[in-house]
């Protein structure tokens, strides 16, 4: 009787280890598909040696955010804390200060880098310094995934399969050029690597050899990713000369709704309309001349920002308006020593998924047009304001739980 049971328990054990069949038939499926865009890469220029060897055993990462792999629960994207924070924990003034503290030493070191980077981008030196400390902590923070890995995984399972898709073959030529080591070739979730953070079709759009020994390198040269990062602007309609944003009192009856990039005004108007610059700086004619638009990321309550053309280009650099908050201020105390005039207030931000909530009641309201992603930006605050005074509630576009259980009852 016992060795009869022996085999029906050894079958269980082994059943328990095993790994599931959908995930084998899963994994199998990605190693095909992988293995399908060998004419894509060779039509690249990756060589079939280095295709080879570093598909060799590459297999999917399912853990990774934004990813939706039929079979399987969504994972969601990332909760980035662009996102999800607080403007005063995002834009902590100590960190700030550190960075900045730093920032002025590496000023520094990198001076002659530094120079070339503003006589021939236009983009201050400061600023590309600013993205460093934001993005790597100056080069200390050092990336969790296989970028390879990464981008295949997003090609096969990810939500953007067609942008990641190019990643993976552009990754695949990185490492065929030999322009970085397989085990230095680490990212984001999202694919984004070395110390300014570039995907790989970035790399080969904006990369730069600014030490001038013959090979792009964001992952090891300073210079190189200093370089990269100001030429990314610059490529993105960088304008030299002009501030990224102007902090500004707003008047008692502001309308909130007006924070919107669709809303520009040259400078000028703005202050007309009582909007007044912080700490009296006195703006020239070609400052007041230049149109921007109203940034209010607490709405009514915390600090208010005129911004301008250069704001929308970091923005493009990546996509949270507390990022380019962070970056544009961090980039000022290099060179001024004062923190924001007016102070944060919000100590609370709604969940992603009320957020989520709130945009689709806005939707349907038809208030809303934009994506439904559960991040707070310029457009959610704004409908958000257009449903607040539709719905006769105070108007200070701050998405609260208040106005959220509003919208409930009002269904």
Same mark, same amino acid.
């Given at each position: ?46 060589? $079939? ?22 079979? $399987? ?99 695949? =030529? ?82 909130? +709704? ?17 909007? +007044? ?75 992603? +998924? ?5 945009? =689709? ?19 959610? $605050? ?6 607040? =005074? ?22």
């Amino acid at each position: 009787m016992r060795s009869a049971c022996r085999p029906l328990l050894l079958a269980l054990l082994l059943s328990a280890l095993a790994i599931p069949a959908p995930a084998r038939a899963a994994d199998a499926a990605f190693t095909q598909f992988i293995a399908s865009l060998w004419p894509e890469a060779q039509a690249a220029g990756v060589s $079939r040696e280095t295709f080879d060897r570093e598909t060799r055993g590459l297999e999917p990462d399912y853990k990774l955010p934004d990813l939706a792999l039929r079979g $399987r629960p969504a994972t969601g994207a990332s909760a980035q804390p662009e996102f999800v924070s607080v403007p005063a924990d995002y834009v902590k003034e100590s960190t700030i200060a550190r960075l900045a503290a730093e920032g002025r030493q590496l000023r520094q070191k990198y001076q002659a880098a530094l120079d070339r980077i503003e006589a021939h981008f236009g983009v201050p030196g400061t600023m590309v310094l600013a993205i460093w400390g934001r993005e790597t902590d100056y080069g200390r923070y050092q990336n969790r995934y296989d970028t390879l890995r990464v981008v295949a995984t997003q090609a096969y399972a990810g939500r953007r399969k067609e942008q990641f898709r190019e990643e993976f073959i552009l990754a695949l =030529k990185i490492l065929d050029e030999g322009a970085v080591a397989r085990k230095d070739f680490r990212s984001s979730w999202a694919g984004a690597t070395g110390l300014t953070q570039f995907l790989p079709s970035e790399y080969f759009k904006h990369g730069v050899d600014l030490d001038g020994d013959g090979r792009v390198d964001i992952w090891h040269s300073v210079p190189d990713a200093l370089g990269s990062a100001a030429k990314q602007l610059a490529d993105k309609g960088w304008q030299p000369g002009v501030r990224w944003a102007y902090e500004v009192r707003a008047p008692a009856n502001v309308d909130c +709704t007006m924070g919107v990039p669709e809303v520009q005004r040259p400078i000028g108007e703005w202050l007309r309309a009582g909007f +007044t610059p912080v700490r009296g700086a006195q703006l020239s004619g070609a400052e007041q001349a230049q149109p921007a638009s109203l940034l209010q990321p607490e709405g009514i309550y915390g600090p208010s920002f005129l911004t301008t053309k250069n704001y929308f280009v970091i923005k493009e650099y990546n996509f949270s308006d507390l990022y380019v908050l962070f970056v544009g201020h961090l980039s000022d105390r290099m060179t001024r020593p004062e923190p924001f005039a007016t102070p944060w207030s919000a100590s609370t931000q709604l969940r992603t +998924t009320s957020v989520e909530e709130m945009q =689709k009641h806005l939707a349907r309201l038809g208030l809303y047009a934009d994506k439904i992603d559960g991040k707070a930006g310029m457009l959610t $605050r704004s409908a958000l304001g257009a449903y607040q =005074k539709s719905a006769g509630l105070k108007l200070d576009c701050w998405p609260s739980e208040a106005v959220l259980q509003s919208m409930r009852a009002g269904r």
